[in-house]
């Protein structure tokens, strides 16, 4: 199994409105639209794509433009098991990008790395990509890759 977690892009601060509601920033648009187009030739249509409902994560992917579900279990209020449960992390025959919020993903991919509660620290925007395999008949969590929005190149550029 292949799990992407993917961290919204910058999003502006509250100024009043209710968390859910924040928008992308324009640094937060342009990170979103870079690794949109890095993403997407690496998906098919095979992958799951699961976003939190909040707008951020919304205006995330929205420039992947690939079919998606909006879960609750990976909104504001999820944690590391509810990612997981959500994903069948590790058992779904099919790859899952994940869209969704700090600190849940930093501590679903402490669980995934150390199999333990713990943090760490996803930078806006930024995907960790994870697979599940077995050696010598044992389960095996690899972490495949990490890239952030700023070391992915921008064609428009």
């Not at 859910?20 to 990170?31: F, M, P, S, V, W």
């Not at 697979?131 to 700023?150: M, Q, S």
């Amino acid at each position: 199994m292949q799990l992407i977690l993917w961290r919204h892009a910058d999003a502006e601060d509250g100024g009043g409105k209710p968390d859910a509601e924040r928008d992308l920033t324009k640094k937060g648009r342009k990170q979103a639209e870079r690794m949109a187009r890095w993403l997407r030739p690496r998906l098919d249509a095979e992958w799951r794509i699961l976003v939190s409902p909040a707008r951020r994560t919304l205006q995330t992917v929205a420039p992947l433009e690939l079919p998606f579900e909006t879960d609750e279990r990976v909104g504001l209020a999820a944690t590391a098991g509810t990612v997981l449960a959500a994903a069948q992390w590790p058992n779904s025959k099919r790859g899952v990008v994940v869209v969704g919020h700090q600190p849940t993903l930093g501590q679903t991919a402490a669980t995934l790395i150390g199999g333990e509660q713990g943090d760490i620290s996803i930078k806006k925007g930024a995907v960790w990509w994870f697979a599940a395999r077995r050696r010598d008949g044992a389960p095996e969590t690899l972490l495949k890759l990490v890239i952030g929005p700023d070391e992915v190149e921008d064609e428009a550029e």
